[in-house]
């Protein structure tokens, strides 16, 4: 029979490996200071932008990404530190990261790691200031429309005209 400690630290990379098994990204940051309600804001503004908290020893965070991370990422976890998986969207879960570092600022986002590279913290906020992929997804269907609209509104208005025009000579041959 195996030691709690050691089906604690199976059970822990075990669920890293699965936080990063869909997209190999996610965000590193220090939680030293923050009470515990706060902690659980965070956890539900991130369950909002389909993203997750992962609280870890620091050590078996290392061991875990040790063969899917470069040495500068893995410096990064160091002291009270949690890692943010998200599934779909990066922009999603920046934005509710620094939506909540406005109102705590114990919290301290130490960077990440981003479809095969580290980014810093400046990079993550210039990410969060992007639109989410459904808005972007809005946008380019609107732009793919628009032109099509146009030309229906341009065909229907002169359709609308020669029935004016039509009715006017009905109008004027009937007097």
């Given at each position: ?18 936080g ?24 539900i ?8 908290l ?11 990404l040790?063969?899917k991370v470069?040495e ?17 969207d ?8 620094f ?12 960077g ?19 639109p989410?992929k459904?808005?972007l ?30 009715e ?8």
């Amino acid at each position: 029979m195996k030691k709690i400690s050691v089906l604690v630290k199976e059970t822990s990379t075990t669920r890293i490996h699965q936080g990063i098994a869909g997209n190999n990204s996610f965000f590193i940051i220090k939680y030293s200071g923050l009470s515990s309600p706060a902690m659980s804001t965070l956890r539900i503004a991130l369950r909002g932008a389909n993203a997750e908290l992962f609280v870890v020893k620091n050590t078996v965070a290392r061991k875990a990404l040790k063969d899917k991370v470069g040495e500068d990422v893995l410096k990064l976890i160091d002291g009270p530190a949690g890692i943010i998986f998200y599934k779909d969207d990066p922009v999603g879960a920046s934005k509710a990261l620094f939506t909540f570092l406005k109102d705590n600022e114990k919290l301290k986002i130490e960077g990440g790691f981003l479809q095969e590279r580290m980014v810093t913290t400046k990079e993550l906020e210039a990410l969060s200031k992007l639109p989410t992929k459904d808005v972007l997804r809005a946008q380019v269907v609107f732009t793919l429309k628009s032109p099509i609209t146009r030309l229906v509104m341009t065909l229907k208005g002169n359709m609308r005209a020669l029935v004016c025009c039509l009715e006017q000579i009905k109008t004027k041959k009937a007097n």
